[in-house]
């Protein structure tokens, strides 16, 4: 069972800003194992960003608690898939090819497109958080958290990296079905237990559909996915769920 508590914090320690402060284990079977704990994770996001607004919206306005969740999300993860979302944007509408690109990606600066992007990005989450809100459908917000996360999985599986070296290689060819299935499954059971098995699986299908349909671009800008492509995913798959909920 310890195994499989350090493979859980190892992961916490991987998505989140958690202060985990105990020494663990880091070969590849970890964040191999680690991953089947990606829609878990999602989960518990899910439920803090669910829980807050509950707390603010009976204290202030709607709005506002609606951007403090968003604000909660890009603090708790350290606004990495925001960051890798910017990196893509700027990267894939740089027009280059593939090194140029990846050159782009990996650049501390943030660019036009990029920009660009993040304001879109913020907006659209702001319009459909709010409308989530107004309707009575907040703890839709639980399921996106953990659907989104559980693309990152299924893009690592179906993937191929797009560098030799890259924090994102150690998901990318190593997460096999098995991971997959198992990310899956917890989903529609979360699902289940919220009685909202149907819109789970329109948003599971709609996160499998971005995401073959992401991995493509990817491989024909870059010639396979990196760490950016993970996290670029894990932000178009909230977006689309957002806006299908809307």
């Known amino acids: 069972m310890r ?16 202060p985990i402060k105990k020494s663990l284990p880091c070969e590849n079977k970890n964040f191999k194992n680690g991953a089947n704990y990606f829609s878990f994770i999602g989960l518990l996001i899910g439920l803090c960003q ?91 917000i639980i399921l996106i958290s953990m659907i989104s996360r559980f693309s990152m999985i299924l893009l690592s599986y179906i993937g191929k990296s797009a560098k030799e070296n890259g924090s994102g290689n150690l998901f990318i060819n190593t997460v096999t079905i098995k991971e997959v299935i198992v990310n899956i499954a917890f989903v529609l059971v979360i699902g289940f237990l919220l009685n909202s098995i149907f819109q789970t699986s329109i948003l599971l299908i709609s996160a499998v559909v971005i995401t073959i349909l992401f991995n493509s671009l990817c491989n024909s800008k870059i010639d396979g996915i990196t760490g950016d492509s993970l996290g670029a995913n894990n932000e178009l798959v909230v977006l689309l769920s957002l806006m299908i909920l809307s």
Request: with cysteine; net charge positive.
């Open 50 to 140: 669910f829980g807050l607004f509950i707390l603010l919206s009976k204290i202030t306005a709607i709005n506002f608690a609606v951007i403090a969740i968003i604000i909660f999300d890009a603090l708790i993860t350290g606004a990495m898939h925001i960051d890798g979302f910017g990196d893509t944007c700027d990267g894939f509408f740089a027009f280059k090819g593939k090194d140029k690109i990846i050159e782009i990606m990996k650049d501390s600066r943030i660019g036009t497109f990029a920009c660009i992007g993040i304001v879109l990005n913020l907006l659209i989450k702001y319009q459909g958080y709010l409308f989530l809100a107004v309707n009575s459908k907040a703890m839709s």
């Open 3 to 18: 195994k499989y508590y350090y493979d859980f914090l190892l992961m916490l320690q991987v998505l989140t800003r958690v």
